[in-house]
């Protein structure tokens, strides 16, 4: 007869994840303190947003705001990143600021993937994105300090956070792990070549899908050929994306062929994204409306832009950089936890 499953809620299985829970609680106590030293105001933003995050294959939790009046009704999505929000308070003034925030997304879940995690995001005025991995530096190791290791593990996989962390461009990563020139599939930046992309893929032996874009390529070599040798030994820094990926971030200005962000790894595992913040608001909502264009596209549906985010970058967002790191998966790092919900106090329930 086969066992029943135990709730989350039993206390066999609450004893099972209660180191885990320790070390998150050490860890977010070192985390506030870390960030007060670094002269950082914490800061809490709405959940609830008109424009939840713009990324094409995030989906949002939908909800309708009722106002005094039944007629007085308007959708609003729960926020997918409080991005947009904390850069109108770098508009407001604030030149430093951090906050561990919860966030939505919809459709994700694996052992690496909640629907609602914990985000951690953290911005700096007059700061560049390299400025960003000296942060990382220093919050990785103090937070290992507070659970109680010296290592991030990820069953038998292990990373030292207190070696010298490997700083690798995405163009490197490519050339080092499938021998492909990727820029030269670009020969447009901003428009990259599906055509050539698949037939240098298609010499090393990855093949290409009818319907295939070229981010919808890059992204398959990546996660099967690039991302499992990251942050081995060594966390990883892969930076300098192809302009085409920049996101919310600026062009690097000796080399406009790429961004300057990057994604932080431990173990395989993608810990955080930083950018160089892009300021410049006409450039930024034709972006956002690429973006919705693509949405539209692959999935029917689209998502209303911000237009207070684009009125504070035209007020003026400061040159400034910032970062958003899964605190949940740090946390299954540090306690070589097996999946995210072993280091939450109550798992989203299943449908």
């Known amino acids: ?15 099972r ?3 885990n829970l320790k070390a998150r609680g050490a860890m977010t106590r070192a985390l506030r303190r870390w960030f007060e030293d670094g002269g950082f105001e914490e ?11 713009l990324e094409p294959h995030l989906v949002a939790f939908a909800t309708e705001l009722v106002g005094s009046h039944p007629d007085d009704r308007l959708t609003l999505r729960l926020h997918t990143s409080p991005e947009f929000t904390m850069k109108k308070l770098l508009v407001a003034g604030l030149p430093r600021i951090f906050q561990l925030a919860h966030v939505y997304r919809n459709g994700e879940r694996s052992p690496t993937h909640s629907p609602e995690f914990t985000m951690l995001e953290w911005y700096r005025v007059g700061a560049g994105y390299r400025d960003l991995m000296d942060d990382c530096i220093g919050l990785t190791r103090a937070l290992c300090a507070a659970a109680g290791v010296d290592t991030l593990r990820r069953g038998d996989l292990s990373c030292d956070p207190h070696a010298e962390w490997e700083v690798l461009t995405v163009q490197e990563a490519f050339r080092r792990h499938v021998g492909i020139d990727l820029l030269a599939t670009a020969p447009d ?3 990259p070549d599906v055509a050539l992309l698949a037939q240098a893929a298609a010499a090393v032996g990855i093949h290409s899908h009818a319907g295939d874009s ?13 991302e499992p040798h990251l942050g081995m030994g060594r966390p990883t820094f892969l930076t300098d ?8 971030s600026r062009p690097k200005p000796e ?7 990057f994604e932080l790894y431990a173990c395989g595992v993608e810990l955080a994204n930083a950018f160089g913040e892009l300021t410049d608001p006409a450039v930024q909502q034709a972006r956002f409306e690429a973006d919705m264009d693509l949405k539209q596209a692959l999935y029917g549906e689209r998502y209303p832009i911000d237009a207070d985010f684009l009125a504070a970058l035209e007020f003026g967002l400061p040159d400034c950089a910032g970062i958003a790191l899964g605190f949940d998966r740090l946390v299954m790092l540090t306690t070589n936890a097996a999946g995210i919900d072993d280091v939450l106090w109550a798992p989203v329930a299943l449908p």
């Open 1 to 15: 007869m086969k066992t029943p499953i135990q709730p989350w809620w039993h206390p066999d299985r609450m004893a």
């Open 255 to 261: 080399d406009g062929r790429v961004a300057e962000r």
């Open 241 to 248: 994306y192809p302009v085409s990926m920049a996101a919310l």
């Open 43 to 53: 800061v809490e933003t709405p959940a609830l947003q008109v424009s939840p995050g």
């Open 17 to 19: 994840r209660a180191a």
């Open 189 to 191: 930046p901003a428009r």
């Open 214 to 226: 070229w981010e919808d390529l890059f992204f398959r070599i990546s996660l099967d050929r690039i």
